[in-house]
């Protein structure tokens, strides 16, 4: 990965942090994006320190706001022309139901749309790439998904982990999307589970049941090391240079949910993404 760029979303933590150290060790210069800059800064200091590399730094963004998105966006344009790898990985798990500014619940918005904006206004850059990647981290969650149209934001009745699992299914339709759009391009585009791991995200619904039953599966589920595994394998393994629109686990490719390889859910996936993160403007 000498002479790689890489930008992972939510790499002040958890996965995303186990990947940039990874991809350090590999030799990457790794940029993680946080939305907490002290938090940032602190990981940026400890994936150096575990990765033995000093090609590690941290840009600002919150993911729950379109316009840290694209202020986001022109700092990677200006610091980095060429990125070789994007790792949407940033997420977030809400049983209850609430609004970001941009108007959109906050797992479709976080989960889904900021990646999407991201991606797309980050294109250009990844093209330049001798051969780009770009991976997002869904979840084996996203088999339970399904993309409500007529009402995205699930407002009417809310329940956490079924949007959790729309902006999951969203993350692999996108990819696969993506993948079918760069066909005469040199960038990739693949999903993947990276496992049930014991990070953060389920934490911050302490008042619920789910939280309580995060902290004591926790006992069970894999580091987050190995989580990192497979994003790790996506961005960096030669045999994966021209593998795209698939999604993995543990490494290994597997059969989505056939909703995200239906071309029409796609287009329409695309088409409303778009608008709500008004792409084109
Ligand atoms: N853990 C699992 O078992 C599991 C299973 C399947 C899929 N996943 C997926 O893996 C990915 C990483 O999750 P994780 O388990 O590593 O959770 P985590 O430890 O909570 O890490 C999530 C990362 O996303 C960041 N993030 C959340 N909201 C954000 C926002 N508004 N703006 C910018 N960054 C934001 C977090 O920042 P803060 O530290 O500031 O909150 C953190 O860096 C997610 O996409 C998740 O859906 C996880």
Not at 184 to 204: C, F, R
Not at 249 to 268: G, I, S, T
Request: charged content about 25%.
């Amino acid at each position: 990965m000498h002479n790689k760029t890489v930008l992972i979303t939510g790499g002040n933590a958890g996965i995303g942090k186990y990947t940039a150290i990874g991809l350090a060790k590999k030799g990457a210069h790794v940029s993680i994006v946080s939305r907490n800059i002290e938090k940032g800064q602190k990981a940026v200091d400890e994936v150096k320190l575990l990765s033995r590399s000093d090609q590690v730094d941290m840009l600002h963004a919150d993911l729950s706001s379109f316009e840290s998105v694209r202020s986001l966006a022109k700092q990677v344009q200006e610091k980095y022309p060429t990125l070789d790898v994007l790792i949407n990985n940033a997420g977030a798990f809400f049983t209850d139901y609430e609004e970001t500014g941009d108007g959109f619940e906050r797992q479709w918005q976080i989960n889904h749309l900021s990646g999407f904006l991201l991606t797309n206004l980050l294109l250009e850059n990844i093209k330049k790439s001798d051969q780009g990647r770009i991976i997002n981290v869904s979840s084996k969650g996203h088999y339970k998904g399904f993309l409500y149209f007529k009402d995205l934001n699930r407002s009417k009745k809310y329940i956490g982990l079924a949007a959790y699992a729309q902006s999951k299914l969203a993350n692999v339709t996108f990819a696969n999307d993506l993948a079918r759009k760069l066909k005469e391009t040199n960038v990739t585009a693949n999903s993947l589970h990276p496992g049930v791991v014991k990070t953060a995200i389920g934490d911050k619904n302490n008042d619920s049941w789910v939280g309580l039953v995060w902290k004591i599966g926790k006992l069970f589920m894999i580091s987050e090391e190995q989580g990192a595994r497979t994003s790790i394998y996506l961005a960096s393994d030669p045999k994966q240079s021209s593998v795209s629109g698939k999604y993995f686990d543990n490494c290994k490719q597997k059969e989505p949910n056939p909703y995200a390889k239906d071309e029409r859910l796609m287009d329409k996936l695309w088409e409303i993404s778009a608008e709500q993160t008004g792409l084109e403007h």
